[in-house]
């Protein structure tokens, strides 16, 4: 005992009286932690995306009138090639199988590689989403595994909670982060290959890593020692 000479456990003396400042303090305790996080990690990975996001308007902006050519020529292409079937048997050769192929494929690229695209940031877009219900949920539950980790047997819910908070925390930034990869490797593609296979498989890429961020940030905050 302390009276006999014995160690004096001071964590679990004034445990109670930390976790009770927390919960009559609880936003605050929430602000700062959402403080901390925006400006170590939210911040920096959005002026990542804003500065790239600038880079390749500085590049399409410098490329517009070759853009726009080599659209327009296509989209003529594929009119002249329709059109000429409409006019009838007798005033036009029968297009050869190659090029039937190669219209067919054009406007089949062109709408598979608009909707690939749009549903890999779609998919992004719902994760932030997720991430701010999860979010809203756990802040209403905080309080209350605080008050349980008062209690020998819960000892481990107020880590575990927040462990979790952090974990859900991590998925913007892990987002903004496969965002900024994505608009470079975007960029190089625009740069170095017109080629639609590319970006069709840049937008799957990009989709199934927005998918995967759960996984990401789990694995960063269980690599920090987190559980």
């Known amino acids: 005992s302390w009276c006999s000479?014995?160690?004096i456990n001071i964590y679990a003396i004034f445990k109670p009286f930390v976790y009770g400042l927390i919960i009559m303090n609880f936003n605050l305790f929430i602000d700062i932690v959402n403080g901390i996080g925006n400006l170590v990690l939210v911040q920096p990975t959005q002026t990542l995306i804003k500065n790239?996001?600038?880079k390749i308007?500085?590049?399409i902006n410098s490329n517009i009138n070759y853009i726009l050519n080599e659209e327009v020529e296509k989209e003529e292409e594929n009119k002249?090639?329709?059109d000429s079937l409409k006019e009838g048997w007798d005033d036009v050769s029968f297009p050869s199988s190659e090029d039937i192929g190669k219209a067919i494929m054009n406007y089949f690229n062109y709408g598979v590689n608009k909707i690939v695209g749009a549903l890999g940031y779609l998919v992004g877009y719902i994760i932030v989403t997720i991430s701010f219900i999860l979010r809203l949920i756990l802040y209403v539950l905080g309080p209350f595994a605080i008050a349980?980790?008062?209690l020998p047997n819960f000892s481990n819910v107020f880590t575990n909670w927040l462990s979790r908070y952090i974990t859900i925390f991590l998925y913007i930034p892990c987002v903004n982060i496969i965002t900024y990869i994505g608009?470079?490797?975007l960029l190089d593609t625009f740069r170095d290959s017109s080629n639609a296979d590319?970006?069709?498989?840049?937008s799957l890429v990009l989709a199934v890593s927005y998918i995967c961020v759960p996984s990401i940030a789990s694995f960063v905050t269980g690599s920090a020692g987190a559980s």
């Open 5 to 7: 000479g014995g160690s």
């Open 183 to 185: 608009s470079a490797l």
């Open 148 to 150: 349980l980790s008062i």
């Open 80 to 82: 002249d090639f329709f």
């Open 57 to 59: 308007d500085k590049y």
């Open 52 to 54: 790239q996001n600038q």
């Open 198 to 202: 590319d970006y069709l498989a840049f």
